[in-house]
């Protein structure tokens, strides 16, 4: 299965919001509610932000938010503070019963 | 608290064997999958496979299939990852993770760097 496709970079000044679009296919994003966003900083573990499309685990802030539209979930982050700058990938559920990411966005914070 | 402990960084040599771990605590290990995902120096993450520890049920990305075994231990409630002949294209991160639902990864190990050369 292929990657999902997402732009390789956003920025956005402190503050304003950007959106990280993610693109499926109809054997994974456009079939299940079942996609997840992680936060990568350079050199640590990924972090996951949203699950299920548009959920928050605890401790991650509001200005994160998930949706999702036929083959395609995007990431806002809202208030964007340079502490958001890292690599964001999507992840979903698939057809085969297995998962496959995005191929990652650079997040600059200018 | 939920843990999970990987194994520490390899070196090997093309054609060589390995098998890393990932050892897990602070919940009950075999009600839960557990999985592995791979990063290539400076490229994204890939979704290697899951494996659910209570049953052995192991789920591969087609594109890992036969590449890497998953297998679990659950009477230490251990994870491990093996390759039995490495290529210097197996170098990367490798990290453990636990998917909920065999979906979302919510805990991650501190990965495990694995370099293959000659």
């Known amino acids: 299965q292929s990657a999902l496709t997402q732009p390789p970079s956003v920025s956005g000044s402190p503050g304003q919001s950007v959106t990280i679009s993610c693109t499926g296919t109809?054997?994974?994003?456009?079939?299940?509610?079942?996609v997840s966003w992680y936060q990568q900083p350079p050199g640590t573990a990924p972090k996951l932000m949203i699950y299920?499309?548009?959920n928050r685990p605890s401790g991650v802030p509001d200005r994160f938010s998930g949706s999702k539209s036929g083959n395609t979930a995007s990431l806002t982050i809202s208030g964007l503070q340079a502490e958001d700058e890292a690599d964001y990938y999507c992840?979903?559920?698939?057809?085969?019963?297995?998962?496959?990411f995005g191929t990652g966005t650079k997040v600059t914070v200018l | 608290e939920v843990q999970l402990v990987q194994s520490g960084a390899e070196v090997k040599k093309p054609g060589e064997s390995l098998k890393i771990s990932c050892k897990a605590s602070?919940?009950?290990?075999?009600?839960?999958?557990i999985g592995w995902v791979r990063q290539m120096p400076g490229k994204g993450l890939e979704w290697l496979g899951i494996?659910?520890?209570?049953?052995?049920?192991?789920r591969y990305s087609p594109s890992f299939q036969g590449q890497v075994t998953i297998s679990a231990d659950k009477f230490i409630s251990t994870a491990y990852l093996q390759w039995s002949s490495l290529k210097a294209s197996d170098s990367a991160m490798y990290y453990c993770?636990?998917?909920?639902?065999?979906?979302?990864?919510?805990?991650w190990g501190q990965g495990t760097l694995v370099t293959v050369s000659s």
């Open positions: 993770a636990r998917p909920l639902a065999a979906d979302y990864f919510d805990y």
């Open positions: 602070g919940y009950s290990f075999t009600s839960y999958w």
């Open positions: 494996i659910f520890p209570g049953d052995s049920d192991t």
């Open positions: 109809s054997s994974d994003v456009g079939s299940y509610n079942r």
């Open positions: 299920e499309v548009s």
């Open positions: 992840s979903s559920y698939t057809s085969s019963s297995t998962g496959v």
